[in-house]
């Protein structure tokens, strides 16, 4: 797919918590095409400390109003002056980037699509488009308390949504992979985003319940394009650049241990 390096216009910064906002930007000439999964490299200007442009994900592209949303957990210098924007501002930024989900192949597919803290943020957008090829998605979204699950009324407008706090303050107690639902339903496909040891739970479960699964990594990148190597992940099929040949991967290329 074609990139593009464009300044973004800031239509609106929404503080969703402390430490969490939803950046919606816009271009006069429109955006480009993107897909579920596929990313953004952000360029945080007036800071010599993130001279590297900042991977962030596609959370949305809302069409009729022809916006793309980026969700940003604030918390090193370079997403807090994200956080600090203003609207009116503009953003630089060089997208799309790397390959994202795989569509489910019918929409009586049943797709699981577990998020944990920011990693939610891929799945808002890959909901949408299940859900407009027909499709139902079913959430399961994980946060260490319920102030800290994210977007819940955008999610609940798209599909399904069960929900897991560690303190139990929303829906059950405990991790993801402790929701009753996975013990008894039975889903075709699962797709994941968020902290490691919550998608190899995650990649756990499906392997041994025999469910494809994919896995959206978050390795440290600089380039975004596939030239500096720093986001290398070492795979069954050899080394790969997490941001060329992912960020989305299928458990069944992974080395992890399941
Ligand atoms: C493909 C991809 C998609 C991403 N999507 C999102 C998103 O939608 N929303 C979002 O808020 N964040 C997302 N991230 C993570 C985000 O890129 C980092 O949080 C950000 O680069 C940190 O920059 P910083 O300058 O604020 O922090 P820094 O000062 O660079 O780092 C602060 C702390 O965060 C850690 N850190 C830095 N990068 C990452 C990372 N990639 N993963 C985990 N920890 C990191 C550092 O080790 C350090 O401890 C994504 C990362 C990748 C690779
Ligand atoms: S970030 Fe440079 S090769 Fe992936």
């Given at each position: 797919m074609k990139k593009y390096c464009i300044d973004l216009k800031v239509n609106s910064v929404e503080r969703l918590s402390e430490k969490h906002v939803l950046l919606r930007l816009s271009s006069p000439d429109g955006l480009p095409e993107m897909l579920p999964g596929q990313f953004v490299e952000v360029r945080v200007d007036d800071s010599p400390s993130t001279f590297l442009r900042r991977p962030i994900s596609i959370?949305?592209?809302?069409e009729e109003a022809g916006e793309l949303w980026l969700l940003v957990a604030t918390i090193g210098d370079g997403t807090r002056r994200l956080g600090r924007l203003c609207a009116g501002d503009t953003l630089n930024c060089l997208l799309p980037l790397g390959n994202g989900f795989t569509m489910p192949s019918s929409p009586s597919d049943k797709v699981l699509l577990v998020g944990g803290g920011v990693g939610v943020a891929p799945l808002l957008y890959f909901g949408r488009k299940i859900r407009e090829m027909g499709g139902e998605p079913t959430f399961l979204l994980g946060a260490?308390?319920?102030?800290?699950?994210?977007e819940l009324e955008m999610f609940r407008a798209v599909g399904r949504v069960l929900v897991t706090t560690e303190d139990g303050?929303?829906?059950?107690?405990?991790?993801?992979?402790?929701?009753s639902a996975l013990q008894s339903e039975h889903f075709d496909f699962i797709s994941t985003c968020g902290p490691k040891p919550m998608m190899v739970s995650v990649a756990r479960y499906a392997k041994s319940h025999g469910i494809e699964c994919e896995v959206s990594l978050e390795n440290l990148m600089a380039c975004?394009?596939?030239?500096?190597?720093?986001?290398v992940e070492n795979t069954v099929e050899g080394n790969v650049c997490v941001c060329k040949e992912g960020p989305v991967l299928n458990i069944r290329k992974l080395k992890w241990q399941l």
């Open positions: 959370n949305n592209v809302d260490r308390t319920g102030s800290e699950l994210l303050s929303l829906g059950e107690q405990g991790f993801v992979t402790n929701h975004g394009l596939g030239a500096c190597l720093c986001c």
